[in-house]
């Protein structure tokens, strides 16, 4: 009996902790414990992230049993997506900063109205995504190169998916309110669901087991879409019941001009970021490709470490981006800056110790994944260069979040592609190579460092793109408010 009443004990008090009103979490985020509001905050969205993880693992676990033209399908659909995906969260950036700032002005029906319209925005541009990825897969897929012995299974894994697309970006759009008004929790509790459907129906659904068909990479796909479909089914209804501490209706979501500019206005340059974003990454790998198997291998072994130590990360800029956005909508800017400054010392402490590890560990942290010695040796001289970097990564990403909760994402345009192309890009391959081609003319000008150069090109960017961010944030321009009372 008193370990039940223990238990039952402390569940209470965790549930007072992170489950609190609307007007609980505004008061907490105008007036608590900076800190500790700050952590209540970024823990569920910590847990978010690695339940993402898990989710793309599952996949890639089970489609890995039929082959390597079969496994490969996903990861060749996936810059389709990707950039769909880049376009819903981009423009649902706007909806973090237009009900943040509302629900911190006090502005409870401006903060709904902001809601219904992006998520009705949303609608309609998941439905065009959703018929473009369906119709065009083959034609897409094809332009890529997509190698001939995979190109079917990524053109059914790409059109399953893409029929999801309205519910994905309804998904999407649900996860940025709630974080508008400081709900992280449910957000969470309902990517569990989405993980835990997919977790059951892969393998029922590709190995035919029990009285399921057996469908290969199309039952992947299903599961896939089915799973982001009862999430969204999910958020749907908590959005239109008012239980998560604010509502939409069909009225609300009705399109209104001014509010498709506001939404343009902030969400545009957030999604365009993210996009050549995703398109610099791409040209990296190429980059990296160009040294061997052991350099992609090692890269691939890296990025997946790197990951897990950022999944801290993405928790801290999430509670920053809701936190900054409702103070300065309550007119507390120098709350506002004190919430970046602590938010700071917190993330860039954890990832110093992170960091620490795991360059101390570099090499048994690769050996644990594959068994050569020319990939040990590679991924240990990319971890020990760039896990280092990280808490720089933290910096940028920390203070590129608090530019986005107040609106202000031109600069986050602009800071983006000058990190990824003009510096990480750059020079990694003026570090790496001897030569950079251009195409209409060659630059002898690269240091021909191998490999390791884009290690250290990568490095730089992080420590560079912090440095540039933080002249911005001095520059106070973000307290501006974007919002219209």
């Given at each position: 009996m008193g370990l039940s009443e223990g238990f039952w004990d402390r569940y209470h008090h965790v549930k007072s902790v992170f489950v609190k009103s609307k007007e609980e979490r505004r008061d907490e985020i105008l007036e608590g414990s900076i800190v500790r509001t700050i952590l209540v905050l970024a823990i569920p969205v910590m847990i978010s992230s690695a339940l993402h993880t898990g989710f793309n693992i599952v996949d890639t676990y089970w489609l890995g049993r039929l082959g390597r033209a079969e496994v490969g399908a996903p990861a060749a659909a996936w810059p389709v997506l990707f950039t769909f995906l880049s376009l819903g969260m981009g423009l649902s950036t706007a909806g973090v900063s237009l009900v943040s700032q509302h629900t911190g002005a006090g502005g409870g029906k401006k903060a709904e109205e902001a809601a219904g319209q992006v998520f009705g925005f949303l609608m309609v541009i998941g439905v065009a995504t959703g018929l473009i990825g369906y119709f065009a897969a083959p034609y897409i897929l094809t332009l890529l190169g997509t190698p001939s012995t995979t190109l079917p299974h990524a053109i059914d894994y790409l059109q399953i998916v893409s029929l999801s697309m309205p519910f994905v970006f309804s998904y999407i759009a649900f996860r940025f309110l709630l974080r508008g008004i400081g709900d992280m929790v449910r957000p969470m509790l309902i990517r569990g669901v989405l993980v835990l459907v997919n977790l059951i129906l892969d393998p029922l659904l590709i190995f035919g087991l029990f009285f399921f068909p057996e469908l290969g990479v199309r039952g992947a796909a299903i599961a896939t879409a089915l799973a982001r479909t009862t999430s969204a089914v999910v958020g749907i209804y908590l959005l239109f019941s008012g239980r998560v501490g604010i509502r939409i209706s069909l009225e609300s979501m009705r399109l209104k001009l001014r509010w498709i500019k506001q939404i343009l206005k902030i969400g545009a340059p957030a999604t365009v970021a993210r996009a050549e974003s995703a398109v610099g990454f791409v040209v990296l790998f190429a980059l990296v490709a160009i040294f061997g198997d052991a350099s992609v291998a090692a890269y691939g072994i890296g990025r997946r470490v790197i990951h897990v130590m950022t999944i801290g990360i993405w928790g801290f800029a999430g509670a920053t981006m809701t936190m900054v956005g409702q103070n300065v909508g309550a007119d507390q800017e120098e709350r506002g800056e004190t919430i970046v400054?602590?938010?700071?010392?917190?993330?860039?402490?954890?990832?110093?110790?992170?960091?620490?590890?795991?360059?101390?560990?570099?090499?048994?942290?690769?050996?644990?994944?594959?068994?050569?010695?020319?990939?040990?040796?590679?991924?240990?001289?990319?971890?020990?260069?760039?896990?280092?970097?990280?808490?720089?990564?933290?910096?940028?990403?920390?203070?590129?979040?608090t530019f986005k909760g107040t609106g202000h994402t031109l600069p986050v345009l602009f800071l983006t592609l000058f990190r990824i192309w003009g510096l990480r890009l750059f020079l990694s391959a003026l570090l790496a190579l001897s030569a950079i081609n251009l195409g209409f003319v060659v630059l002898d000008i690269g240091f021909g460092m191998g490999v390791v150069g884009i290690w250290y090109g990568m490095a730089a960017s992080n420590v560079i793109g912090a440095g540039l961010s933080a002249i911005y944030f001095l520059s106070g321009r973000w307290k501006e408010k974007t919002i219209k009372t």
């Amino acid at each position: 009996m008193g370990l039940s009443e223990g238990f039952w004990d402390r569940y209470h008090h965790v549930k007072s902790v992170f489950v609190k009103s609307k007007e609980e979490r505004r008061d907490e985020i105008l007036e608590g414990s900076i800190v500790r509001t700050i952590l209540v905050l970024a823990i569920p969205v910590m847990i978010s992230s690695a339940l993402h993880t898990g989710f793309n693992i599952v996949d890639t676990y089970w489609l890995g049993r039929l082959g390597r033209a079969e496994v490969g399908a996903p990861a060749a659909a996936w810059p389709v997506l990707f950039t769909f995906l880049s376009l819903g969260m981009g423009l649902s950036t706007a909806g973090v900063s237009l009900v943040s700032q509302h629900t911190g002005a006090g502005g409870g029906k401006k903060a709904e109205e902001a809601a219904g319209q992006v998520f009705g925005f949303l609608m309609v541009i998941g439905v065009a995504t959703g018929l473009i990825g369906y119709f065009a897969a083959p034609y897409i897929l094809t332009l890529l190169g997509t190698p001939s012995t995979t190109l079917p299974h990524a053109i059914d894994y790409l059109q399953i998916v893409s029929l999801s697309m309205p519910f994905v970006f309804s998904y999407i759009a649900f996860r940025f309110l709630l974080r508008g008004i400081g709900d992280m929790v449910r957000p969470m509790l309902i990517r569990g669901v989405l993980v835990l459907v997919n977790l059951i129906l892969d393998p029922l659904l590709i190995f035919g087991l029990f009285f399921f068909p057996e469908l290969g990479v199309r039952g992947a796909a299903i599961a896939t879409a089915l799973a982001r479909t009862t999430s969204a089914v999910v958020g749907i209804y908590l959005l239109f019941s008012g239980r998560v501490g604010i509502r939409i209706s069909l009225e609300s979501m009705r399109l209104k001009l001014r509010w498709i500019k506001q939404i343009l206005k902030i969400g545009a340059p957030a999604t365009v970021a993210r996009a050549e974003s995703a398109v610099g990454f791409v040209v990296l790998f190429a980059l990296v490709a160009i040294f061997g198997d052991a350099s992609v291998a090692a890269y691939g072994i890296g990025r997946r470490v790197i990951h897990v130590m950022t999944i801290g990360i993405w928790g801290f800029a999430g509670a920053t981006m809701t936190m900054v956005g409702q103070n300065v909508g309550a007119d507390q800017e120098e709350r506002g800056e004190t919430i970046v400054k602590r938010a700071l010392l917190v993330s860039f402490l954890m990832l110093i110790i992170m960091g620490a590890l795991v360059v101390l560990f570099r090499s048994q942290i690769i050996a644990f994944f594959i068994d050569d010695a020319e990939v040990i040796r590679i991924g240990g001289m990319y971890l020990g260069i760039f896990a280092m970097s990280i808490p720089f990564f933290g910096i940028y990403r920390i203070f590129d979040s608090t530019f986005k909760g107040t609106g202000h994402t031109l600069p986050v345009l602009f800071l983006t592609l000058f990190r990824i192309w003009g510096l990480r890009l750059f020079l990694s391959a003026l570090l790496a190579l001897s030569a950079i081609n251009l195409g209409f003319v060659v630059l002898d000008i690269g240091f021909g460092m191998g490999v390791v150069g884009i290690w250290y090109g990568m490095a730089a960017s992080n420590v560079i793109g912090a440095g540039l961010s933080a002249i911005y944030f001095l520059s106070g321009r973000w307290k501006e408010k974007t919002i219209k009372t």
